[in-house]
């Protein structure tokens, strides 16, 4: 970007780590309160744009929570804080692990704030913003929204403190964009609503999605061995985690609703998450027997379940950012239908993608016409164009290009200060 490489902290010295060697004498620091890397969306969505960036040039860097599953990405320089002693979690939502481990966090950008100069600081989500408000006067903050907590928060609690939930959730959306120097969403809806809420400027920044290549013959056979769904099954599929925001409770009624009419019809999810729920809720539907779950760790795990897919279901209950599941789908050339509010508010053609409100029977619907459409192939192309074109690298590095200068400008008069 523009000015990246200007230094904004005074003093100091240059940081070393064993995972990133020898520091620049400025560059940006990506901090994300979560497990790194994980198989999870908005993990995948950090890590793009730290790719994004790297691959452009830019001297980017990624601080983490201390755990994660497997090696980061290839390319991607990390650093980790101190890990929260005990068993890893991967779930989504508050708790006492991920406040114990957000407060590590903060410590280490503390001292990889007083060790390295850096350019600016990017907070994805409000937990890494908190921990980004004591090295504020280092550098200029980007705040990016991945979610909206007003709409997020209060499905992780009991039906009495609902209210009281989504008003804390406010109030941290609306902080969270009037600290930071600058904010952005990957969503446009989410930019507006946060706009609306906080009364300042929120851009809008895509996810820069790469576009592995299409699915090949050999590959879906292999697949379909592997996982072991019959070679003549029609497969809808599900890629992702089974936390309550995600309303996959939808997936079990578009496969009830289906499966009559479509005797070879399966419903493939590939998760991390624990099955059990999924399982209790398709027995109580009658079609466990045509559910299969397989686990989704890595980059070959997703792979091969797309490629054994006909076509990908994305539910959506609560809006928020935009699911990486839904763009992740188009990419890779599978068809897709997904609930309005996966989409985030991005513009899509009928002819590209379904999408429909977040109810089961429209899921459904919408599925059975995708499922007996001729023309489904070229609706996946037609979606991996759209990826190619809005989810650009070109288009994120142009958006966060704005941001750094917006955050700069806010930046202004606060004098940088000694570590």
Wanted: with cysteine; net charge positive.
């Amino acid at each position: 970007m523009p000015g990246w490489n200007g230094c904004a902290c005074a003093g100091g010295r240059k940081g070393r780590t064993e995972s990133m060697g020898a520091e620049p004498s400025s560059f940006v620091w990506h901090v994300a309160a979560m497990p790194f890397p994980s198989p999870q969306g908005t993990q995948a969505a950090v890590a793009a744009m730290v790719t994004a960036e790297v691959r452009a040039g830019r001297s980017a860097r990624l601080l983490t929570y201390g755990e994660g599953v497997g090696p980061p990405p290839e390319g991607i320089p990390v650093q980790r804080a101190w890990r929260v002693p005990g068993s890893a979690s991967l779930r989504s939502g508050p708790s006492v692990r991920k406040l114990a481990a957000d407060a590590l966090l903060a410590a280490a950008l503390r001292r990889v704030a007083c060790r390295a100069h850096a350019a600016f600081f990017v907070a994805h989500h409000v937990e890494a913003l908190l921990a980004a408000l004591p090295v504020r006067r280092r550098g200029p903050v980007v705040y990016v929204a991945h979610t909206s907590l007003q709409a997020e928060l209060p499905v992780y609690f009991a039906a009495g403190v609902l209210a009281p939930a989504a008003t804390v959730g406010r109030t941290l959306d609306v902080r969270a964009v009037r600290w930071a120097d600058a904010a952005v969403a990957v969503a446009p809806r989410l930019a507006a609503r946060l706009q609306e809420t906080s009364g300042r400027a929120v851009g809008v920044v895509p996810l820069p999605w790469p576009l592995p290549p299409p699915t090949h013959p050999e590959a879906w056979l292999a697949a379909r061995t592997a996982i072991g769904v019959p070679l003549d099954a029609e497969v809808i599929l599900y890629a992702g985690n089974l936390d309550p925001y995600q309303g996959w409770e939808d997936l079990v009624e578009v496969l009830a609703r289906l499966v009559r009419r479509r005797p070879r019809l399966r419903l493939l999810v590939a998760t991390a998450s624990p099955s059990e729920p999924l399982f209790a809720e398709a027995r109580r539907a009658g079609v466990a027997d045509r559910l299969h779950v397989v686990p989704l760790r890595d980059e070959a795990d997703r792979r091969d379940a797309h490629a054994a897919a006909d076509v990908a279901v994305v539910p959506r209950r609560v809006e928020g950012g935009v699911s990486v599941k839904w763009i992740d789908a188009m990419a890779r050339g599978v068809p897709v239908v997904a609930a309005e509010l996966a989409t985030g508010g991005y513009a899509i053609d009928p002819q590209t993608a379904l999408v429909t409100d977040g109810e089961g029977a429209a899921l459904a619907a919408a599925t059975a016409v995708l499922l007996g459409a001729p023309e489904r192939h070229a609706f996946a192309e037609r979606a991996r164009r759209w990826v190619a074109r809005v989810m650009s690298a070109e288009a994120y590095l142009a958006a966060m290009d704005a941001a750094v200068e917006r955050a700069r400008a806010t930046f202004g008069a606060r004098a940088p200060r000694r570590c």
